[in-house]
């Protein structure tokens, strides 16, 4: 039984879909074509180009942000916020050792960030999702501390990790039903490749895409 508790929480640990630790938003049930994409560990040097595809689509967006990166690319951060998508919380520092932080140092982290998403939007900024996707005990009160809603995905396209473009696209538009949130990193022209494929393929279909608040609002 040891062994099996044990598997179960790791597994929770690793699958933010599970809500296993705390409550995770992760698709939205609704009978209509909306969808959002996200982006993760940004701002980069990429941005602008995913910004430039988002425009010429009319898709809006939100860009779960790294503290690090919004104060080393400020003006990406604004034009975000300038042309209608949104900032997340990604943490300030996305360290490798995360998922082994103190719950005080978590919270820290998640108002560090948070400070600078808002004096940046001018907008309270109420979501986060965890580096790696991982959740524990520590991540669980931090948030709980910070008021911040848990947002996970339920399209996962391995964008770090699949060298082949028409792989991850493919990986991407067989999942696509309404109400699904995109996981996706504007931290490569990989990525920009495969969104600039993805993006009419999406309207072709006939899906909005919305930034969160307006995804999560009441269809």
Known sequence: ?????????????????????ISVIYRKKTKYK????????????YTPKVLALLKQYNAKATFFCIGKQLEKYPVYAKQIIAEGHQLGNHSYSHASKFGFFSAKQIEEELKKTTSIIEKISGNKNYYFRPPFGVTNPHIAQAVKKTGL???????????????????????????????????????????????????????????????????????
């Open 149 to 219: 809603k848990v947002i996970g995905w339920n399209i996962r396209s391995l964008d770090t990790v699949i060298e082949g473009e028409t792989k991850i696209l493919n990986r991407i538009v067989k999942k696509i039903k309404p109400g699904g949130i995109i996981l996706l990193h504007d931290t490569s022209e990989k990525t920009v490749r495969v969104l600039e494929q993805l993006l009419p393929i999406l309207q072709e279909q006939k899906y909005q895409l919305q930034n969160l608040d307006k995804f999560l609002a009441d269809d």
């Open 1 to 21: 039984m040891g062994l099996l508790w044990l598997g179960f929480t790791a597994w929770g640990a690793f699958d933010i879909r599970l809500g296993y630790f």
């Open 34 to 45: 909306k969808i959002a994409i996200t982006f993760d560990d940004g701002p980069t040097e």
